[in-house]
């Protein structure tokens, strides 16, 4: 037999062999209890009916007795209903869509950088080298005040960027879901950089009249990983807070964030970072569970703070001429792999397969107690879950999940997309791939989702959700009038 062929042959046994392993080890307890089932039937059916009343004569119960079992039976089962978890739903979410008159071309973003900084050339260069190795398109939005030239960071412009996009959201959010704002107990707004007084939230409250005894919390300076602290503020709340309903809500006001300065390590945000937002209705109500898209599984953060060069990698700062930008360390990405792997570490035994966790436990037995000289065994992921929603930051953070993971290109086809069409949106742009996946049909009842997202600090977050109903019909949100153009083919170096 040729070579090609017995490669080819091999690596079919081999695939049959792995699939033959993972279905014996995840349905081990199966295996084993149909025998122990069979031979009870058989010891069942060899006894005649004679002995079988005179089994059920020898049992005798008091009066006392009964009632106490079945106290003790009520009180068990009381006890079980009262301790587990409530389970938190996702209702429905809605994202912003900017007009097309924010767009930023290649072209207008260039002349903008040239007029910007007319006695730096360098600067302006380097922009353009990451622009056309960042994965964005040419539909990218930017909000209106950093259109103008030089851009106008007021206090004003920033208050109309954030009621624009936060309002926007919330309405399309009471139109899909039907609820009424009086309805609403707990709100939960996040975004990084732009904290006024009052708050954002205060700012909501006041514009939909929503009750006076609401809870609200206003999340500031935490990062792109924002969104799922509030999804995990808001799971919490709602443990301890029975028949409630809870809003949160996602964005990244960018007007006072323009750099206006030359240091490369804070040009970079510029050239990623765009307009975006989501608002999210999450409920414990029961009445709920039939409508709602999503059932929230398992949040799992990871703070990496406690070392100096993870607490500084992502920083808010001024340069040596007093402009204030976000400056990105050259060791972000490294920091970054290592908050995945102590994330990845707590998140694997709670969705990992049997069969999986098996083969790494294997793995560290053969490695820390019989030193041998194995590579470290990355579980595969693609066991656990149908989708994966990896932030949107950068065509380096895909890159290196992909690899990391060993994703295919479908998997990590909604993130990329997200990236071209809306760029970094920060924390709401998990959402985006959400809605990228739904609007191509591709989400069935009982999939499962694992959203990944990083932050300043550093920290690193995922959460995992399960498919309520399969979710069909005509797209909608921000992809309804362009989702069959997608997936494009996106260049590794785009020519400006």
Not at 65 to 74: A, D, V
Not at 180 to 208: E, G, Q
Not at 221 to 230: D, R, V, Y
Not at 372 to 395: M, S, T, V, W
Request: hydrophobic share 40%; aromatic share 10%; glycine share 6%.
């Amino acid at each position: 037999m040729p070579p090609k062929h017995q490669e080819f042959s091999q690596s079919v046994k081999l695939k049959y062999v792995k699939l033959g392993y993972q279905y014996l080890v995840n349905h081990i307890l199966t295996f084993l209890l149909i025998p122990i089932m069979i031979a009870l039937f058989l010891e069942a059916i060899r006894l005649n009916p004679e002995e079988i009343i005179s089994l059920w004569n020898s049992l005798h119960f008091t009066l006392v007795q009964i009632m106490c079992s079945s106290f003790l039976i009520i009180y068990i089962a009381t006890y079980f209903l009262m301790s587990r978890p409530r389970t938190v739903y996702l209702v429905d979410y809605a994202l912003f869509k900017p007009p097309h008159c924010f767009r930023v071309s290649f072209a207008g973003f260039m002349e903008h950088a040239r007029l910007a900084l007319p006695t730096e050339p360098k600067s302006v260069h380097f922009q353009m080298k990451i622009l056309e190795r960042s994965g964005l398109g040419e539909e990218t939005c930017l909000p209106p005040a950093i259109h103008y030239i030089p851009p106008v960071t007021t206090m004003e412009l920033a208050k109309e960027e954030a009621e624009l996009v936060i309002f926007s959201c919330m309405d399309s959010l009471l139109q899909k879901t039907g609820i009424k704002p009086k309805d609403i107990d707990i709100l939960v707004v996040n975004c990084s950089l732009f904290s006024p007084t009052p708050s954002l939230s205060a700012m909501v409250i006041n514009k939909y009249k929503m009750r006076s005894n609401i809870k609200s919390f206003n999340l500031s300076g935490m990062g792109c990983s924002a969104g799922l602290i509030s999804i995990d503020l808001a799971k919490d709340l709602l443990q301890v807070h029975p028949n409630s309903n809870a809003v949160v809500i996602s964005t990244e006001i960018l007007t006072p964030n323009s750099y206006l300065g030359k240091e490369r390590a804070m040009l970079l945000p510029n050239c990623l970072f765009r307009m975006g937002g989501a608002a999210l209705l999450l409920s414990n109500k029961w009445s709920v569970s039939s409508r709602s898209k999503y059932r929230l599984v398992h949040v799992v953060r990871t703070h990496k703070g406690a070392d100096d060069k993870a607490y500084k990698c992502v920083s808010q700062e001024e340069d040596p001429e007093g402009h204030v930008g976000i400056n990105l360390s050259i060791d972000l990405m490294a920091i970054a792999g290592e908050a995945l792997k102590s994330n990845i570490t707590t998140i694997g035994p709670l969705v990992l397969p049997a069969s999986e966790q098996l083969l790494f436990l294997l793995a560290l037995i053969g490695k820390k107690v019989f030193n041998l000289k194995l590579k470290p065994y990355i579980p595969d992921f693609k066991q656990a879950f149908e989708h994966f929603c990896i932030h949107a930051g950068g065509r380096a953070v895909i890159d290196e999940l992909q690899k990391n993971l060993n994703l295919s290109a479908e998997h990590v086809e909604a993130s990329r997309m997200t990236l071209y069409r809306f760029g970094n949106t920060s924390s709401s742009s998990l959402w985006y791939e959400l809605s990228y996946i739904e609007a191509k049909g591709r989400m069935k009842k009982g999939d499962r989702i694992w959203q990944i997202a990083f932050g300043s600090g550093f920290k690193c977050n995922s959460a995992v959700w399960k498919c309520n109903r399969t979710i069909n019909g005509p797209p909608e949100g921000p992809w309804a009038d362009c989702i069959h153009k997608y997936p494009v083919h996106i260049p590794e170096v785009v020519k400006l």
